[in-house]
């Protein structure tokens, strides 16, 4: 059964300081792993990764893949108010179902 | 349309009873997902339709579950005899292609008493 494990799972900070978020997975036969930011309900896709060592950028938000260590960090730097929210992990496998095999997420929140 | 919309937002029923909830997907995406994300829990995918291939179900966690799709347009997502631990907000997705970036929906909280 496919797995995605996210650490912590939650953090408090204060307004500025920079986050790493973890996420690893055990998955048969690894397409990609995407990261999610969710407020209230929703989910909105920040990044997708497919590709190890290759660092995906936008903003101050970072994401990057190790498929030798099945493992994929997000980073926040100057981090904000707006950035709280929970930030969720998925990894798609080739496999089986398309669904997407989610972590429990890591809550984040902010302090001015 | 803009994105995925989803009805109702939120919905309140008594055990026991059935419950319909709908999802309208990205005008033109050919796939269509639903997720179940209990209280504190991660989302759980549900089941998958793409085009007019037989949905895939094997998230759905009991036949007390079933969800159709007309076409490539909306889906309903029906749970009979509504438990308890049926409660949760149920997310539709959608993607343009299977594999494809999936963009979420508002969701629908189902609260059963």
């Known amino acids: 059964e496919d797995k995605v494990v996210q650490s912590p799972l939650s953090l408090v900070v204060h307004e500025g300081d920079t986050v790493t978020l973890n996420c690893s997975y055990e998955v048969t036969n690894f397409r990609s792993l995407l990261w999610y930011k969710q407020e209230k309900k929703a989910p909105t896709f920040l990044f997708m990764l497919t590709s190890s060592g290759i660092e995906k950028k936008s903003g101050r938000l970072s994401s990057i893949l190790d498929k030798k260590e099945l493992s994929s960090i997000l980073n926040i730097t100057a981090t904000q108010t707006g950035d709280s929210a929970i930030y969720l992990c998925?990894?798609?496998?080739?496999?089986?179902?398309?669904?997407?095999?989610f972590g429990k997420g890591t809550h984040l929140i902010i302090q001015p | 349309g803009a994105g995925v919309s989803q009805s109702p937002s939120n919905k309140v029923t008594e055990k026991g009873k059935d419950v319909e909830l709908r999802c309208d997907p990205i005008s033109g995406h050919t796939a269509l997902y639903w997720y179940r994300q209990r209280l504190g829990q991660g989302l759980e995918f549900l089941i998958y339709?793409?085009?007019?291939?037989?949905?895939?179900k094997s998230g759905l966690p009991s036949d007390r579950f079933s969800a159709e799709r007309t076409g490539e347009s909306v889906s309903t997502l029906t749970i009979q005899r509504t438990q308890q631990e049926d409660s949760a907000v149920y997310l539709c997705?959608?993607?343009?292609?299977?594999?494809?970036?999936?963009?979420f929906g508002p969701g629908t909280r189902l609260l059963v008493l």
């Open positions: 339709f793409q085009g007019n291939s037989a949905p895939d």
């Open positions: 997705a959608s993607s343009l292609r299977v594999r494809e970036t999936q963009y």
């Open positions: 998925a990894s798609r496998s080739g496999g089986g179902a398309d669904g997407l095999t």
